[in-house]
């Protein structure tokens, strides 16, 4: 069974970081591109972070870019955000996914993803 868990979402004040964590089951991580999504009350889900299989290559949306940092560990079958400088407009349910193989449309695209986590909630308020 395929399975990706979010874990490391809560409350924190603006200025604060938090590590989100993502664990993968069910199929093997070094193939898989790992893309990290979130979605606001009445917003878009939008692409945050993705990094590739093949070469660890990682991209990030302008809005995160310098705050944000993905990483993973193939063998523990993780994948991390380490999120940094957080602003109230990060506030959102955190998710990651995975896809096989290149990307097509695009990494902030959605339906590229096969595989989903259930999210993870951050709230970044004073």
């Known amino acids: 069974q395929v399975q990706l868990v979010e874990s490391g979402g809560g409350l924190v004040q603006p200025g604060g970081s938090l590590r989100l964590s993502c664990a993968a089951s069910g199929f093997t991580l070094d193939y898989y591109n790992i893309g990290w999504f979130r979605q606001a009350p009445g917003k878009e889900r939008e692409g945050v972070s993705c990094?590739?299989?093949?070469?660890?290559?990682?991209y990030y949306a302008n809005s995160v870019k310098g705050r944000f940092t993905i990483s993973r560990d193939n063998t523990k079958k993780m994948v991390y955000l380490q999120m940094n400088s957080l602003k109230p407009e990060d506030t959102a349910v955190y998710y990651c996914?995975?896809?096989?193989?290149?990307?097509?449309?695009?990494?902030?695209?959605?339906?590229?993803?096969?595989?989903w986590g259930q999210g993870t909630q951050v709230t970044v308020s004073s």
């Open positions: 990094i590739r299989s093949s070469d660890d290559t990682t």
């Open positions: 996914a995975a896809r096989w193989g290149e990307y097509h449309s695009g990494w902030s695209v959605m339906k590229e993803y096969e595989y």
